[in-house]
């Protein structure tokens, strides 16, 4: 009987991870395009990780660029995760829709790592700027609103 129980709880957790995962901007399971989410926060850069040095977290797997930043990910994740699933900030604060990033667009505020589309002469990081309190409460009610509907 406690075996039963523990295998529902494994596959609770896992089934848990993959809703998760389904929200989060991935490619083939990678987030933050492969760069470090902790370099963000330490060097204030994008840096990319080395796949040797990944670790996965809720269905999606990170790139480090050392083993100490790595071990620092591991120790607190929530502290370096980026805001909505890594996809575009400003885009979900303007219209609730999933855009895809430039990982080396970014503004950590607030101790918040924040992402932004930045292509085709397009920068989104200077409108939210612009307007971040509103933007930030926006995508805040938005990116709720995704996560309590059914993928």
Known sequence: MKRIFLALCLMASVTASWGQAANLNLHDGLALQGYDPVSYFLQQK???????????????????????????????????????????????????????????TFKVTGG??????????????????KDESSLKTKADRHWNDILLSKP
């Open 46 to 104: 994008a840096t990319k990780g080395r796949s040797e040095l990944s670790y996965q977290h809720e269905g999606a797997i990170y790139h480090f660029a050392s083993a100490s930043n790595r071990n620092r990910f591991v120790q607190n994740p929530t502290a370096y995760l980026p805001q909505y699933g890594g996809w575009c900030a400003y885009a979900m604060g303007a219209t609730g829709e999933k855009v895809e990033v430039d990982p080396e």
């Open 112 to 129: 918040k790592l924040y992402l932004f589309y930045n292509r085709f002469f397009n920068n989104t990081l200077p409108k939210w700027n």
